[in-house]
């Protein structure tokens, strides 16, 4: 038997602190890259790529050719989960537009029947890109954690306030909880089949975690994803999964105590002397970057990754952004943080 080669990024999830460390970048395919906007071209819209396996392996190989980082983020959506869970999905212009599912009677239509057969797709994706991968470069599987799956099934899409589905919550909570559970057992089977693939680490996106108070964020981010990494964990018991609860604030640190994740996402405002007293001295942390910072670039975007790597880097971390790679982002300065990420840091 070949022995496994240790991948940075699970060297790091096994404890371990990496100079340099481990990096890669939410949103790191997309359309700052000509190769992305070339390749969605070929498909018929933004569904149609995710679930052609050639053209979403090749997605998701693009930016590891080009930078090489130390993870691949599979291509997909989190937006597949209600796809199919047989929402009808189409992405305009300015973002994904969903049929709301605006109550219990709505969410009486959809079905969890189809689910592993609709997102065979992704799977095959997953198995083609372990095997493209170098040997030194992890496979990523993500979903969005229930909470802000279900904001775009009930909103239809984007929001600007979450009226809709904060209404529906507090208003119906038996109601609400059986649309999040059934949303929840969809993303266990698509994280699974990631996993089954050949994913190594799994993130669950939960974009929208910042906007609930206390209690909602206990019921409707917290307990729905415990019970997907227990899930998870019962069925591969060395699959990693980071939780990135998005705008979390004061709450990052109950998520990270009573969700049972291995490693957290920092979004881009988490402090970075509170993350390493009071998060990373428990669990492995990644982040937390400003987006814009990597699309201005020069003096600034130096100074930043070094201030980071100072900060967290004495302890298990993975350098990331707090949020995804911008559309209008340079493909040059995306080249110059690799440069920087190859380097130890010294002093
Ligand atoms: O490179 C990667 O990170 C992997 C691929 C990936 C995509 N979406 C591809 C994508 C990942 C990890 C996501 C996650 C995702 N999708 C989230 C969570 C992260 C976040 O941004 O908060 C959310 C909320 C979605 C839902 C979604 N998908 C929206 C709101 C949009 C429209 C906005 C936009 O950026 O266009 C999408 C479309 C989308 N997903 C694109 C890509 C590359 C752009 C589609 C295109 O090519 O036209």
Redesign the pocket.
């Given at each position: 038997m070949i022995e496994t080669l240790p991948k940075p990024l699970l060297r790091v999830f096994a404890g371990e602190t990496l100079n340099p460390p481990p990096w890669w970048?939410?949103?790191?395919?997309?359309?700052y890259l000509p190769e992305?906007?070339a390749l969605?071209a070929r498909a018929a819209d933004?569904v149609s790529?995710?679930l052609t396996p050639p053209l979403a392996a090749e997605?998701?190989l693009q930016?590891i050719r080009r930078f090489g980082m130390d993870a691949a983020?599979?291509?997909?959506?989190?937006?597949l989960v209600p796809y199919a869970l047989g929402q009808k999905l189409g992405?305009r212009g300015?973002?994904?537009a969903l049929d709301p599912v605006a109550d219990r009677h709505a969410a009486a239509a959809l079905s969890g029947g189809q689910v592993g057969a609709r997102l065979a797709p992704v799977f095959e994706a997953a198995a083609r890109v372990r095997t493209e991968l170098p040997a030194s470069t992890a496979l990523i599987g993500?979903a969005?954690a229930p909470w802000?799956v279900a904001t775009?099934m009930v909103e239809g899409?984007?929001s600007r306030d979450f009226a809709a589905v904060r209404a529906w919550a507090y208003r119906d909570p038996a109601g609400f909880a059986a649309l999040l559970e059934l949303i929840e057992a969809a993303t266990i089977e698509f994280l699974a089949g990631q996993v089954a693939a050949g994913a190594e680490i799994v993130?669950l996106?939960d974009?929208?975690a910042g906007i609930l108070p206390e209690p909602g964020f206990v019921r409707w981010v917290i307990e729905p994803t415990r019970r997907i990494v227990t899930a998870l964990k019962q069925r591969c018991p060395e699959c990693r999964v980071i939780g990135?609860p998005?705008g979390a604030g004061l709450l990052y640190e109950r998520y990270m105590l009573e969700t049972g994740v291995d490693g957290l996402g920092l979004d881009t405002v988490v402090p970075i002397g509170y993350a390493s007293a009071r998060l990373q001295s428990r669990i492995p942390v990644q982040g937390n970057l400003d987006p814009v910072l990597l699309r201005v670039g020069g003096a600034a975007l130096a100074e930043a990754v070094a201030a980071l790597r100072r900060g967290l880097g004495n302890a298990p971390y993975v350098f990331n952004l707090g949020?995804?790679?911008l559309?209008e982002t340079p493909v040059e300065n995306v080249a110059e943080l690799a440069r920087l990420m190859a380097e130890p840091l010294s002093d």
């Open positions: 970048l939410m949103r790191q395919a997309g359309r992305y906007r969605r933004f790529l995710c997605a998701t930016p983020i599979l291509f997909s959506d989190i937006l992405f300015d973002g994904p993500f969005g802000t775009y899409g984007t993130q996106f974009s929208w990135f998005r949020h995804g790679v559309p």
